[in-house]
C-alpha cells in the first residue's frame, strides 16, 4: 500500500504534480489519503514551484559569503568583525532553510511533507539560534581575563 505524500499513512488516490525533484522540475507522483491532504500537497508543490529557484540561489550567494567571510574575518585578526562575518551569514541561512523547508524528495517521501517541513524548519532555528549563541560566547570569552 503507498503512503500519503503528506502524512506517511496508508493512502489510495494518486496524482502528478510538476514541481521540484532535486533542482529540476519534474512530473512527481504523490498520493494522498484524503482530500485535506491533497490541498496541502498542491499547496505545498505550489510554494516549492513559486520559492525553489529563489531559495537555491540565495542559499548559494550565503554560502559563497560565508567561504569568502571566514578566510578574511580570520586574516584581519579581529574577533568582532570575525563573530560578524561568520554569524550573519549563518544566521541568514538558518532564516532561509526556516522559510524555504525543502528537504530532499527522498526526506519528503520518507517522512510525509508534514514531518518533513516541520524538522527542516527546526533544523533552521537550530542554525539560527546556535549562530547566535556562538557569537555571544566568542564575545563573553574575548572579555574574560586571561
Ligand atoms: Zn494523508
Known amino acids: 500500500m503507498p503512503k500519503c505524500s503528506y502524512y506517511g499513512n496508508e493512502a489510495k488516490q494518486r496524482m502528478v504534480l510538476n514541481t521540484y525533484s532535486g533542482v529540476s522540475k519534474d512530473n512527481l507522483q504523490f498520493y494522498y489519503c484524503n482530500e ?49 562575518l561568520t554569524i550573519i551569514p549563518l544566521v541568514i541561512l538558518g532564516f532561509l532553510i526556516n522559510k524555504y523547508p525543502f528537504a530532499t524528495p527522498d526526506t519528503n517521501r520518507k517522512l510525509g511533507i508534514k514531518k518533513a517541513v516541520k524538522i527542516t524548519k527546526i533544523m533552521g532555528k537550530v542554525i539560527t539560534i546556535g549562530a547566535i549563541l556562538a557569537g555571544v560566547v566568542l564575545v563573553i570569552l574575548e572579555f574574560l581575563p586571561k
Open 36 to 84: 485535506e491532504h491533497k490541498r496541502e500537497i498542491e499547496k505545498f508543490a505550489e510554494y516549492v514551484n513559486k520559492n525553489g529557484m529563489k531559495f537555491i540561489i540565495l542559499m548559494l550567494i550565503d554560502l559563497l559569503v560565508l567561504t569568502i567571510a571566514v578566510p578574511v574575518g580570520f586574516a584581519l585578526k579581529n574577533i568582532y568583525v570575525n563573530a560578524v
